[in-house]
């Protein structure tokens, strides 16, 4: 398995501010993805991290609230913009290897609080 | 796309009894389904998968079950234990755009009574 850290842990901060969190993988992985899970719920996914590329965003979110960068096969991260009270959720990362259907592995998590 | 429904969302089970949680799918294309635990303030932790080629598989306490003909497949926990108490998912890889997905559940809270 691959170990993952993410930073920050957990952050407050003020309405329209924009955060930063990181994800940095120990070992070179193919896939990285964000995810975003809102108080009590499931986990649903923002986009995938691509190398060298602009980020595949899922339906629901885009890139200038969500920008995401990838500079190398152990790193990226992901940018939350403008932040307004319903963008408080735990932010996670998660990785998979490099072969077909491998397992995903995710970080602990970013805690996420909008005053 | 893909569609996960997990079942209950909440079970309470007394310490050293059998916890059972389900999930169905809609995709029958999808072959690829693990379980996740969260617990409080930590991210998700893979505890068991199984693939579409297989129909159970074990690991000490925990075992998966899979029936690709209904779409569904389980996960049981024996012998529970206190430290069993969290959150857990389940989930598909579907298949669709450019990436191969991951879907998930809606979540199961477990509770197990000392």
């Known amino acids: 398995s691959a170990v993952i850290s993410q930073k920050p842990s957990r952050d407050i901060c003020q309405r329209g501010t924009s955060l930063t969190i990181q994800c940095q993988v120990d070992?070179?992985?193919?896939?990285m993805f964000w995810y975003r899970q809102q108080p009590g719920q499931s986990l649903t996914l923002i986009a995938t991290?691509?190398?060298?590329?602009?980020?595949?965003?899922e339906s629901g979110f885009v890139i200038d609230k969500f920008p995401i960068s990838r500079p190398n096969l152990t790193f990226s991260t992901l940018t939350v913009s403008n932040m307004s009270p319903e963008d408080s959720s735990i932010y996670l990362c998660?990785?998979?290897?490099?072969?077909?259907?491998?397992?995903?592995?995710f970080g602990q998590g970013t805690r996420l609080t909008v005053v | 796309g893909e569609n996960v429904e997990q079942h209950p969302s909440t079970l309470s089970v007394q310490e050293g009894d059998s916890a059972v949680i389900k999930c169905t799918y809609s995709?029958?294309?999808?072959?690829?389904f693990p379980w996740y635990k969260q617990e409080l303030g930590k991210g998700p932790q893979l505890i068991i998968d199984?693939?579409?080629?297989?129909g159970e598989k074990k690991d000490q306490r925990i075992a998966v079950t899979l029936n690709k003909t209904a779409k569904h497949f389980s996960l049981h926990i024996t012998e529970t234990q206190p430290e069993d108490s969290a959150v857990y998912f389940c989930?598909?890889?579907?298949?669709?755009?450019?990436?191969?997905?991951?879907?998930f559940g809606t979540g199961t809270l477990l509770a197990v009574q000392p």
């Open positions: 995709d029958s294309a999808s072959n690829y």
């Open positions: 991290a691509n190398q060298g590329s602009e980020a595949t965003y």
């Open positions: 199984i693939r579409s080629n297989v």
């Open positions: 998660s990785v998979e290897g490099r072969q077909v259907n491998t397992e995903a592995f």
């Open positions: 989930a598909a890889r579907g298949y669709g755009g450019a990436t191969n997905k991951l879907i």
């Open positions: 070992s070179q992985v193919t896939m």
